[in-house]
C-alpha cells in the first residue's frame, strides 16, 4: 500500500476542464472519499490515477514515484467501477482468481484459494462461487467486481461509487465490511461518492471537489462540523443545513449575507415563532418541517413529539455559520 499524491492536476476535454488545479494527498492506509454532485471530476480524478487519463499538466506519485507514462497495470491500482465488469463466460470463481493469476505475481494455488474464499464470505458471495457470472443478480456481480479488486493488494484502490447499484441494506452492510477490511488491512482507498452517509462513516479524509476544483479537505468531521463555504456545508448533514438571508434573526455579524443553520444549531422552545408544516416520522429520526418568517426551516425533533401541523415553536439559532454574498464561510 502507498501514499498517493496529486500536484496540480489539470484535465480538459475539448474546451471543458474537467480538473483545475487539483492537488490531493491520499496518505497511506487512509480511506480519502471524493465527494461532490455529478460532474465535479470525481471519475475524471480515479481515472488519471489508475493510467486510463493523462494529465494536461501536473503529475501523480503513487509511493513516491511518478507515474507518468506507466500502463494501467505498472501502476498497481485495483479499480472498481460503478457498473460492474466481469468475464461473462467465467464462474465467479474464476473471475475472482483471475487477477491473482498475473504473471508478475505468481500466486501459489492453495493462497489463491483461500484468497477467493476469504473474499467471497466476506462479500457473502461464497455460495455461488461456481455459478456463471451471468447467473448472478445485479447486486451480486458487483459484490464479484469489488471482489476482483480485494483479492489483491495493490498500492491503492480506487472505486468508484461501488455500491450505488445495490440495494439500500446490503450497502450498508457492505459499506461497514469495506471499512472494517481497509482499516484492518490498512489499505489506501481512494473512493468517490455521491452519497454522504458513506463519506461520513467511512473517510479517513473527505475531499470536497466543486467544478474541477478541491473545496475543502479534511476529515468528515472537520467538514461536517468547519465547513469553508455554503457549497462545501451543504455537502453533509442529513437533513440539509438550513440557508436564510443571516438579517432573519438579531445578532448576524457584519458582511454576513447567509446564515447556516444545521438542525442542531437550531434550539426549540425559545426566541422567536415559527409554525409547524409537517411532523416527518423516519423511524429513526423524526424530522420537523417549520414556517419561518416565510422561509423553511427543517430540524430534528423528540421522536415522541405530540406537535402537529399548525402548532407554534419557538426557534433561536445557536453556534449557527455566517456567509458572505460569495457563500465563504464568515464565522
Ligand atoms: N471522456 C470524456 N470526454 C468528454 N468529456 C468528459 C469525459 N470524461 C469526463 N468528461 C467531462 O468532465 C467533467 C467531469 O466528469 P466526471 O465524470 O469526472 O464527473 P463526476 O464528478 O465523476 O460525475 P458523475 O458523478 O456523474 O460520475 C464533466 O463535465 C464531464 O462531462
Known sequence: MAEVILRSISKSFGGQKALDDVSLTVPHGSLVVLLGPTGVGKTTTLRLVAGLEHPDSGDILIGGRSVRGLTPAQRDVAMVFQQYSLYPHLTVRQNLEFPLKSPLLKTPREEMERKVQDVAEVLRIAHKLDNKATALSGGEMQRVSIGRALVRRPAIYLMDEP???????????????????QAQSGATL????????????????????????????GSPRDVYENPVSIYAASRLGEPRINLLPADIFAGAPAGARTIGLRPEHIVQGEGEESSV?????????????????????????????SLRPGDAVKVRPQDAYYFDADGARLV
Do not use: C, N, W
Open 163 to 181: 455500491l450505488s447499484s445495490l440495494d439500500a441494506k446490503l450497502r450498508a452492510e457492505l459499506r461497514v465490511e469495506l471499512k472494517r477490511i
Open 190 to 217: 481512494l473512493y468517490v461518492t455521491h452519497d454522504q452517509v458513506e463519506a461520513m462513516t467511512m473517510a479517513t479524509h473527505v475531499g470536497v471537489l466543486d467544478h474541477g476544483r478541491i473545496a475543502q479537505f
Open 277 to 305: 408544516v409537517r411532523v416527518e416520522r423516519l423511524g429513526d429520526q423524526t424530522r420537523l418541517h417549520l414556517s419561518f418568517k416565510q422561509h423553511d426551516l427543517v430540524t430534528v425533533t423528540d421522536p415522541h413529539t
